[in-house]
């Protein structure tokens, strides 16, 4: 009598597995990493506090010395940093994923240029300072998004033309940073400069509760429409095919992308390529064809963290960590634009 073999599994489902299981794969390294520079965040300073100690600290023990150091000075640089690199993480992917494009980011298209342009010349010209900068770069940020968008449009808006026109408005809104700078006092000079650069230091938990808003809000939206994302990135005749009006949907995709860009770049100021890198690593670690809001947003949060303790604690002198996610992410701009040469796509 013959055994009767048992069919294989169908290829389709092997592929989701193995999928599925490098997802969980990607989470579990993510949350690792994310626990360990938190860890090394608490930790590390001009003197090292014992992980037990850090421990007691946060657990409400009254430690001598450590208990400023480690609640004060460094709680707020770790919360500060996950907050603003999830929120950049976040937002970057959407624009990349939505305009399927990884040049474009709000640091390559001029959102992040224009929320500068505008707290630097709120700080040099008219002497304000705090969160009233704040919140002009935001309103900055959102005014630049529609001018990038209304100045793209013709009958639709392609992922080519919003960058190109990105990339000029960015342009004129650095030039206009930098005709400010160079008529500033020295004493207003030395602020405005620390804000563009991008930077924790100085950290407060009192902004991490704009940064929470923000996730709250504007990150909820967005994971909301994650479905809606990935019918724009099949087309637009897909996406209607599917129920969608495709206009409407683009729109509020943008809106709490732009709301999460600008709210990150409010309290910590243009980090640079945080968002632009966050897409591309976790699509490469998770694959291309599952979800990458969520991924992205756990390595903005890794790329916070790890740039500014690398900026702190591994470099001959400190530097803000807009000066290393600068360093890290240039070579790759330089990279995907002579690929995209190369390959004969368009910008």
Same mark, same amino acid.
């Given at each position: $009598? ?9 290829? #389709? +489902? ?9 997802? @969980? +794969? ?6 690792? /990493? ?39 000075? @460094? ?11 999830? &929120?950049?993480? *976040? ?19 001029? %959102? ?35 001018? %990038? ?6 009958? =639709? ?14 342009? $004129? ?55 809606? /994302?990935?019918? *724009? +990135?099949? =087309? ?11 206009? @409407? ?31 591309? %690593? ?9 979800? #990458?809001?969520?991924?992205?947003? #756990?390595?903005?949060? &890794?790329? $916070? *963290? ?11 002198? +400190? ?5 290393? !996610? ?13 690929? !995209? ?7």
């Amino acid at each position: $009598m013959s055994a009767t073999a048992t069919p294989a599994a169908p290829p #389709l +489902r092997g592929l989701r597995r193995a999928q599925a299981a490098r997802r @969980r +794969r990607f989470f579990a390294l993510a949350g690792a /990493l994310l626990l360990a520079g938190v860890a090394l965040t608490l930790m590390a300073g001009q003197s090292f506090t014992p992980p037990l100690t850090v421990l007691r600290v946060l657990a409400g023990a009254d430690v001598p010395g450590a208990g400023f150091t480690v609640l004060e000075l @460094r709680l707020p640089r770790a919360v500060v940093s996950v907050l603003a690199g999830l &929120c950049f993480g *976040l937002g970057g992917a959407a624009f990349q994923l939505l305009l399927r494009n990884p040049l474009a980011s709000p640091d390559i298209i001029g %959102i992040s240029a224009g929320a500068s342009a505008a707290a630097v010349f709120s700080i040099v010209v008219l002497g304000l300072s705090g969160a009233t900068v704040s919140g002009i770069a935001v309103l900055a940020a959102l005014g630049i998004a529609v001018a %990038i968008w209304g100045l793209s449009w013709r009958d =639709g808006v392609t992922g080519a033309r919003l960058i190109l026109v990105g990339i000029g408005l960015a342009a $004129m809104a650095q030039s206009f940073t930098a005709f400010t700078l160079s008529r500033a006092p020295s004493w207003s000079l030395q602020e405005a400069m620390r804000w563009m650069t991008g930077s924790v230091n100085g950290a407060q938990l009192d902004q991490a509760l704009p940064l929470l808003a923000a996730l709250l809000v504007f990150g909820s939206a967005l994971l909301a429409r994650s479905g809606d /994302l990935e019918a *724009l +990135r099949m =087309g637009d005749d897909m996406a209607a095919g599917l129920g969608l009006r495709p206009g @409407r949907a683009r729109a509020g995709v943008v809106i709490a992308a732009v709301g999460l860009v600008a709210g990150a770049t409010a309290m910590v100021g243009p980090v640079a390529f945080v968002a632009f890198l966050s897409g591309p %690593i976790a699509a490469r670690l998770t694959g291309r064809d599952g979800p #990458l809001l969520v991924p992205a947003a #756990l390595i903005g949060a &890794c790329l $916070m *963290l790890f740039g500014d303790f690398a900026g702190q604690h591994l470099l001959p002198a +400190r530097y803000p960590v807009g000066i290393v !996610t600068g360093v890290l992410g240039a070579p790759y701009l330089v990279w995907l634009i002579v690929r !995209t040469n190369r390959a004969g796509g368009g910008l």
